[in-house]
């Protein structure tokens, strides 16, 4: 399965000030910064909610906790992505019940990763409220999944991958766009 680049949609620069403009719609939605807590969904999704959690601290002077979440066994594809799948550790060092939850991802695709992170979310307590914020919506949805924070919206073909880069993880921060070449199968990215 060959990618091929086909445009770079965000640089560092445009990935801080996307950053920058959801933390701030957190803070006005929830009329502060009161009760909120960060959940990054791993793996790209974690070091987002940490620069969220950073932003509200610079603007709010307040500390938000902030866990990271591993949706593995509760994908309902668990059995296509691999023979024997690699669990990691969820970390979540706040009780999540009655919290204002902003889950955090890199890509919003077709909601199936968010209903997974939602299950896994629910199995550790009840908070207040989930909130979702993503840096990318893709669209082409397969669930009623909707994102109450998106950095950029990006109308997608299915032959299409968002690939996420953050300095965190793979040493840059971008975002760009690649497509498969016409003999490759189909990605499966949710």
Same mark, same amino acid.
Request: hydrophobic letters at 35%; glycine letters at 4%; zero cysteines.
């Given at each position: 399965m060959a990618l091929v680049e086909k445009? =770079? &949609?965000? @640089? *560092?620069d445009g990935i801080r000030r996307a950053t920058m403009r959801i933390a701030? #719609?957190?803070i006005e939605k929830n009329k502060g910064a009161a009760g909120l807590a960060f959940v990054g969904i791993r793996t790209r999704g974690f070091p987002l909610a940490k620069r969220l959690a950073e932003a509200i601290q610079q603007i709010e002077g307040t500390k938000l906790p902030v866990g990271i979440l591993d949706i593995t066994l509760y994908r309902d594809d668990l059995t296509t992505i691999a023979v024997q799948p690699v669990v990691h550790k969820t970390e979540i060092?706040? @009780?999540? *019940?009655e919290k204002k939850i902003i889950l955090v991802d890199d890509v919003l695709y077709t909601g199936r990763t968010i209903r997974a992170a939602m299950d896994a979310l629910m199995d550790l307590g009840r908070p207040r409220s989930i909130q979702l914020a993503v840096l990318i @919506? =893709?669209?082409? =949805? #397969?669930?009623? &999944?909707r994102a109450d924070y998106i950095g950029k919206n990006v109308p997608t073909s299915r032959r299409e991958v968002i690939s996420v880069r953050l300095s965190e993880i793979d040493g840059s921060d971008e975002v760009i766009i690649q497509e498969f070449s016409e003999n490759s199968s189909l990605p499966c990215q949710s």
């Open positions: 445009a =770079r &949609i965000m @640089d *560092s701030h #719609e957190i060092p706040f @009780d999540v *019940s @919506d =893709r669209g082409h =949805r #397969e669930l009623p &999944i």
